[in-house]
């Protein structure tokens, strides 16, 4: 393998450039989250901080549509909440239940979220690892209202300008959203790192992704709430 610094200089330089990649087969699971740390470490050295955390795949809908098998994770940084549209090379866009993490590390409060990804990998073509390698294809945030009551009972609504494009539940993420936040908190002990009073953790698309095309307007309906983003 090529040295984790030297894929995620690869990475990170096709982002900034905003210039896409043809995915490689020879990056294993093994060596994805070293690069994924790498990366992470380039983009804090020019002022990003980290806010907490995004899991992928943790519904059956996503991990079909992007045919993975597996979860993973990625970091949130600020540098992500509500970027300009101009940032964006190919951005989808997924709604989401965020957690906020309180002081012992358990579920504090949630929000409603859209999620904009952004993979530099041409067409979203990817194995798990160089997805992961990628941070988990995380470009952006949007964070909405408050949500309560039974999370994995909540029915969430995306909507593209003006069309209906999919309908989806809270228990899409792992059954429940609270329950991926345990699966991070397992994987992030796996790594030596844990969750931070103070985290948000977005949980994983509830539904499939839609592209947000230039101008387009993309809204999750939550109960009470809305959250839209706009290309």
């Not at 294993?28 to 380039?42: E, K, S, W």
């Not at 907490?52 to 996503?62: D, E, F, N, P, R």
């Not at 989806?168 to 993420?173: S, V």
Request: hydrophobic share 40%.
């Amino acid at each position: 393998m090529t040295s984790p610094d030297a894929w995620a200089a690869w990475i990170d330089e096709a982002h900034l450039a905003g210039r896409l990649l043809d995915a490689p087969d020879e990056l294993g699971p093994a060596d994805a989250y070293a690069v994924q740390r790498a990366l992470t470490a380039r983009r804090e050295a020019r002022g990003a901080r980290r806010i907490g955390w995004k899991l992928g795949y943790t519904s059956a809908v996503m991990r079909a549509q992007m045919g993975v098998d597996s979860p993973n994770l990625g970091p949130l940084l600020d540098t992500m909440v509500d970027p300009p549209p101009s940032s964006f090379v190919q951005p989808r866009v997924e709604p989401e239940i965020g957690i906020v993490v309180g002081a012992d590390g358990r579920p504090a409060g949630a929000r409603a979220v859209l999620e904009v990804v952004d993979s530099v990998w041409r067409d979203y073509r990817f194995t798990l690892a160089t997805n992961t390698a990628d941070g988990s294809s995380a470009a952006g945030v949007v964070v909405g209202g408050e949500l309560d009551g039974d999370l994995a009972a909540l029915t969430v609504e995306l909507w593209r300008d003006g069309v209906h494009e999919a309908t989806g539940t809270g228990e899409a993420a792992m059954g429940h959203p609270h329950r991926a936040l345990d699966w991070l908190r397992d994987a992030l002990a796996d790594q030596g790192d844990a969750l931070r009073e103070g985290d948000l953790v977005i949980t994983g698309g509830l539904t499939r992704a839609v592209e947000l095309p230039p101008g387009g307007v993309v809204e999750a309906r939550f109960p009470g709430t809305r959250v839209t983003v706009r290309g």
